[in-house]
């Protein structure tokens, strides 16, 4: 009775020995084989239970890249396809995880092992309930608006008192921004507590909508014990909050699960620590496979860095992650892709050839507060930028019309940002 | 009133501009700076919040050991000690990791990042419960054994039936085991439900105890959603249980930390998928690092490979890494070190040789499933084979000796295994 419904996963894996022999030994230890084999491990234990390898497609010979007890001067390089049956894991994230990405990586016949793609049944992602909200319900929230959506981070990350923090909600909400985040950093510290953010940015938000008309979401960063995690959502949603902030990498793949449970609002997904198990190519998790898991979990908004950015991830790089965003995973809504790091009015150009598409949620943090003539222009001089990008009309000829109709938000963003790019 | 309790916290770094400029702009971005400087960002904030790059110690040129959207071709090699105000993060886990393992991972000046030691101040430490049990109470409930504790892993790994997995521990609990653990891949599947194996496995140890008066502590892995770990806990205790095992690395530290507050019996912390942030020499956090942190969060006993282990770490790694587990953490109980992986009877002479202590939990799978005169024999091997480590007696003469009196159990293991070694 061999469960139907399997798990494949492909692997990038470097071996001293045979790769279809380092590929037998993965899904052998990552089901039902030991090291040794056991007297328990019958037939039908293998035949129910036994992870099978699909394919080995040999990629070459070179040094190994990883360190080991061996050593071995060759390796030979492989792509593996492994098939797991779901009946090891159920639709478990946890046990999941343990089984494609877990010991794996310490295999001393293996000097690489990154999972570089994972396709689910049906049946598991039907388990998982996905965004709540996604990038559908994020605009419905903000009045429907179709562009992209503007956001920033509040900055300094760190050390604001709350004065200081009032004031830079009240510059940015008068500023009629779609979004405003919580820098990671910031969660909930004796010098300004949570509660007091929620309290202070809910009535600054509230009070410019009188004034502009125009809806601003608010992510406020619950990351923290898991204890008090409901409790500080509760609090987010009591005082009128519409988003809470997760670090996912952080707090655990489950840990977002648990939240998209009991969570009222949209569930901002930040990826801070994601990279030390994915910036070597040949360890680790392929972004395409975290959110894919981030996307079942719950991440109604997903970061992903930006095109142009402050961050190792090349453009390329960036919009294949984007893409794999917004490519459908069941039933599931679609996730905002949260582009963030370096963006300013020169990315929406950058980002539009790569990948025309508005349905992302741009943070501009310097973009925003650095602009000389403050964040209201930081905003406006974003959205003309990302009106010209659509418009395949340079951001240059943009900035001139308007200026020359009086507005000048475009050009001195222009003028102050070109030194960076 | 700046915080003097301070977080130090010391990378390896590889960057393309000078080091003391790359470690001003990692300790800049995660605490008080960002990439622009904002008005916002005021002297008082600098001085309060900022992380200040303590020492910069130049490591020579190479090639960069990661990728990055500027691919240098050479870069400087550094080791960069910075420190964060506690305030910044109180002594909360999640935004710790945010701080000091964040998004400095990606930063695209850095060619390799990697937090290689930590040093928290007393309050951190004394802010978290640690280990409830540690060694020194799973010694008690093991009715106070002083050896090194002998356990094993049920195999394989998945699959069995109800009948086969009571033999298998049946088999275990009568050989007079001190510590059986679910693997990792075993936490709650339909066709072997935690609630089956917890009644069948509480029953076959209470029922062998009776017999050999020698109790068995079985570590019933609670992996999984959070939002159940509560409940699968209390199955556990409820049913006379006597240890739940969490899967950190996929959980996440917080969701330790979660389950130390209710936790009634010792926590067996497993690592599988730590390894994709720790393998690579320059990415991701070391393992001494992750340990007191898992240690803080709870884990009662920690897993750390094995000598003459199948995972990729050399045997002095792992002797450095058990030393850094038996290393105090202010007031904290010390964890037992799990030693695991290719744990037979040849490691412990290994081991001793390497490390003189017995304050180990040795779990060694093969080792005792595959002993051609079944698990008791297994057992008994092992423990001789650590007897005579401790006497510095060589195992071949302490194998014949017993043989003389009868017992080819450790001479029919070193048979077995000596293949292998």
Redesign the interface.
């Known amino acids: 009775m061999r469960d139907s419904r399997r798990i494949t996963a492909t692997y990038y894996i470097e071996s001293d020995i045979d790769p279809e022999q380092a590929a037998a030994q993965l899904a052998g230890e990552?089901?039902?084989?030991?090291?040794?084999?056991?007297?328990?491990?019958?037939d039908?234990?293998?035949e129910?239970?036994g992870a099978e390898v699909l394919h080995v497609k040999r990629l070459g010979e070179g040094a190994p890249s990883?360190?080991?007890?061996s050593r071995p001067e060759r390796i030979t390089r492989a792509e593996v396809t492994i098939e797991f049956p779901m009946?090891?894991?159920?639709p478990?994230?946890?046990?999941t995880?343990?089984?494609v990405?877990?010991?794996l990586?310490?295999?001393?016949h293996?000097f690489a092992c990154r999972l570089e793609s994972l396709t689910l049944p049906e049946e598991y992602i039907a388990a998982h309930a996905g965004p709540a909200f996604g990038m559908v319900g994020t605009r419905e929230l903000l009045g429907g608006a179709q562009d992209v959506l503007v956001g920033t981070i509040v900055?300094?990350?760190?050390?604001?008192d709350e004065n200081?923090f009032r004031s830079?909600v009240r510059d940015l909400a008068r500023a009629s921004i779609d979004f405003i985040k919580d820098d990671?950093?910031m969660?909930?510290?004796?010098?300004l507590p949570l509660e007091t953010r929620v309290r202070i940015a809910t009535e600054e938000i509230l009070a410019a909508e009188q004034i502009t008309g125009h809806p601003t979401m608010y992510a406020f960063n619950i990351?923290?014990?898991?204890?008090g995690l409901e409790r500080r959502h509760n609090l987010v949603v009591e005082a009128g909050g519409r988003c809470v902030m997760l670090?996912i990498p952080?707090?655990?793949?489950?840990?977002l699960?648990?939240l998209r449970?009991f969570a009222q609002v949209p569930i901002h997904g930040h990826r801070?620590?994601?990279?030390?198990?994915m910036?070597?190519?040949?360890?680790?998790?392929a972004y395409g496979v975290w959110q894919q898991l981030a996307r079942l979990a719950g991440a109604d908004h997903v970061h992903v860095?930006g095109l142009g950015?402050?961050?190792?991830?090349?453009?390329d790089e960036v919009t294949s992650n984007i893409r794999s965003l917004l490519t459908p995973l069941g039933n599931t809504l679609l996730p905002a892709p949260a582009l963030s790091?370096?963006q300013n009015v020169f990315t929406p150009e950058l980002t539009w050839k790569a990948l025309p598409t508005t349905d992302l949620l741009m943070l501009a943090?310097?973009g925003i507060?650095?602009h000389p003539d403050g964040p209201g222009a930081g905003v406006r001089s974003l959205r003309q930028s990302w009106a010209a990008a659509v418009a395949n009309f340079p951001i240059r000829d943009s900035a001139r019309e308007s200026a020359a109709r009086g507005d000048r938000a475009l050009e001195h963003a222009v003028r102050a940002f070109e030194v960076k790019n």
């Not at 990552?30 to 491990?41: D, K, L």
């Not at 009946?87 to 159920?90: F, V």
């Not at 900055?155 to 604001?160: A, E, F, M, S």
């Open positions: 990552q089901s039902s084989g030991t090291f040794i084999s056991v007297p328990q491990e019958s039908r234990i293998r129910r239970h990883l360190p080991s007890r009946e090891n894991m159920g478990d994230l946890a046990t995880l343990t089984s990405a877990g010991n990586f310490e295999l001393s293996l900055k300094p990350n760190v050390g604001l200081e830079v990671e950093l969660t909930d510290p004796a010098y990351t923290g014990d898991i204890a670090t952080v707090m655990g793949l489950p840990a699960e648990y449970g801070g620590g994601l990279a030390a198990s910036r070597h190519p040949g360890l680790g998790i860095s950015s402050k961050f190792y991830e090349r453009d790091s370096g943090g310097g507060a650095a």
